[in-house]
């Protein structure tokens, strides 16, 4: 990337209120806490969002706080292969990440995907997901994705009640691709009752049923359909471990640390036989653009992240048809980008 000498780095915190709270196993949350790293070089800007990981305490406000204390005294040689080791995996690293292969697509004139070795990007099929509910609350909700054509459901590892919401969707939408997420709500014994309900109402992936650190727990269990690890997987180090037990990873830019670890994890997944998912936390069209470019190497793609909040700022990505389409005024050589949201 060039001198780095002159790298500023400005970071904003803000709160993104949600439509309704969204329920999952273990957590019902009512805002998203997001962070929003910007550096600058000259007159090139690049810009960055990110959540952290709730589960794992990496919450915006410290990775605001591990940012600012950078930004006091920024490294010359800084560049987004030397922060991966500067950095660990999260939130922090995450938006600061993201900036740099904005600055970068600014300073050369060249798209993202270009950078990145990879082709115009083409719009994505998503899944949109349905927050942990009452059966008929999410049926409902399911028929309200209309132009949806693969729905997500959060469960939260009641046996009875999750089989009970998995055919009240697939009755009220017959026709759409359907994934579970357990969000390791489950153990060996008490997952047995619902694998017939998924594989009898033609659910397609099961995610993340067990706890992270429990991941042996899967040796010896023949489930009938590909599983997919979250939260068992964080890093490219981590993802070694889950050939033989998991089928699919779920790559979420705040796990990992950036697009910059996202992109090794996926070109590395696919050598090892597995297939890519892209997934995201809650928030605005800024932090799904640059998963939009991972998108773009994964047979999974779930990236709904701003239907949920109550103002997603433009210009902000379409849904369209059951897919997503992230233009390039959103992030990159050609974004508009406004001026910084006040810090908290």
Same mark, same amino acid.
């Given at each position: 990337?060039?001198?780095?000498?002159?790298?500023?780095?400005?970071?904003?915190?803000?709160?993104?209120?949600?439509?309704?709270?969204?329920?999952?196993?273990?957590?019902?949350?009512?805002?998203?806490?997001?962070?929003?790293?910007?550096?600058?070089?000259?007159?090139?800007?690049?810009?960055?969002?990110?959540?952290?990981?709730?589960?794992?305490?990496?919450?915006?406000?410290?990775?605001?706080?591990?940012?600012?204390?950078?930004?006091?005294?920024?490294?010359?040689?800084?560049?987004? &292969?030397? /922060?991966?080791?500067? !950095? *660990?995996?999260?939130?922090?690293?995450?938006? =600061? +990440?993201? @900036?740099?292969? %904005?600055?970068?697509?600014?300073?050369?004139?060249?798209?993202?995907?270009?950078?990145?070795?990879?082709?115009?990007?083409?719009?994505?099929?998503?899944?949109?997901?349905?927050?942990?509910?009452?059966?008929?609350?999410?049926?409902?909700?399911?028929?309200?994705?209309?132009?949806?054509?693969?729905?997500?459901?959060?469960?939260?590892?009641?046996?009875?009640?999750?089989?009970?919401?998995?055919?009240?969707?697939?009755?009220?939408?017959?026709?759409?691709?359907?994934?579970?997420?357990?969000?390791?709500?489950?153990?060996?014994?008490?997952?047995?009752?619902?694998?017939?309900?998924?594989?009898?109402?033609?659910?397609?992936?099961?995610?993340?049923?067990?706890?992270?650190?429990?991941?042996?727990?899967? &040796?010896? /269990?023949?489930?009938? !359909? *590909?599983?997919?690890?979250?939260?068992?997987? =964080? +890093?490219? @180090?981590?993802? %070694?471990?889950?050939?033989?037990?998991?089928?699919?990873?779920?790559?979420?830019?705040?796990?990992?640390?950036?697009?910059?670890?996202?992109?090794?994890?996926?070109?590395?997944?696919?050598?090892?036989?597995?297939?890519?998912?892209?997934?995201?936390?809650?928030?605005?069209?800024?932090?799904?653009?640059?998963?939009?470019?991972?998108?773009?190497?994964?047979?999974?793609?779930?990236?709904?992240?701003?239907?949920?909040?109550?103002?997603?700022?433009?210009?902000?990505?379409?849904?369209?048809?059951?897919?997503?389409?992230?233009?390039?005024?959103?992030?990159?050589?050609?974004?508009?980008?406004?001026?910084?949201?006040?810090?908290?």
């Amino acid at each position: 990337m060039g001198n780095c000498a002159d790298l500023r780095l400005d970071v904003t915190r803000i709160d993104l209120a949600l439509k309704s709270p969204f329920r999952i196993s273990g957590y019902v949350m009512e805002k998203t806490p997001v962070l929003i790293a910007t550096v600058r070089r000259g007159n090139a800007v690049g810009r960055g969002e990110a959540a952290g990981v709730y589960y794992l305490d990496d919450t915006a406000d410290r990775g605001a706080d591990i940012l600012r204390k950078l930004a006091l005294n920024m490294p010359a040689d800084l560049t987004r &292969d030397t /922060l991966r080791t500067l !950095l *660990p995996p999260g939130g922090a690293r995450n938006a =600061l +990440d993201c @900036a740099l292969w %904005e600055l970068e697509a600014r300073e050369a004139g060249k798209q993202v995907c270009e950078l990145a070795g990879l082709p115009t990007p083409r719009r994505l099929l998503t899944t949109m997901t349905l927050g942990a509910n009452d059966p008929d609350v999410m049926a409902r909700g399911a028929i309200g994705f209309a132009g949806a054509r693969a729905i997500k459901l959060k469960l939260t590892g009641e046996a009875a009640v999750d089989s009970d919401r998995v055919r009240a969707v697939r009755a009220a939408r017959p026709d759409v691709w359907i994934g579970v997420d357990a969000n390791q709500g489950y153990t060996p014994d008490t997952i047995e009752p619902l694998i017939g309900v998924l594989v009898d109402c033609g659910v397609s992936l099961l995610e993340q049923p067990f706890r992270r650190g429990r991941e042996a727990d899967l &040796d010896g /269990l023949k489930l009938p !359909l *590909p599983v997919a690890a979250d939260e068992s997987c =964080l +890093d490219l @180090a981590e993802l %070694e471990t889950l050939p033989g037990r998991f089928d699919v990873v779920n790559i979420k830019l705040d796990k990992c640390g950036g697009l910059t670890e996202g992109l090794l994890i996926a070109r590395r997944a696919k050598q090892l036989g597995l297939q890519v998912m892209v997934g995201n936390m809650v928030g605005t069209s800024l932090s799904i653009a640059p998963a939009y470019v991972l998108g773009q190497l994964c047979d999974v793609v779930d990236l709904d992240g701003p239907i949920f909040i109550a103002e997603d700022p433009a210009p902000t990505v379409v849904y369209d048809d059951g897919h997503v389409t992230c233009a390039p005024e959103i992030w990159g050589p050609d974004a508009m980008i406004a001026e910084a949201l006040p810090a908290q």
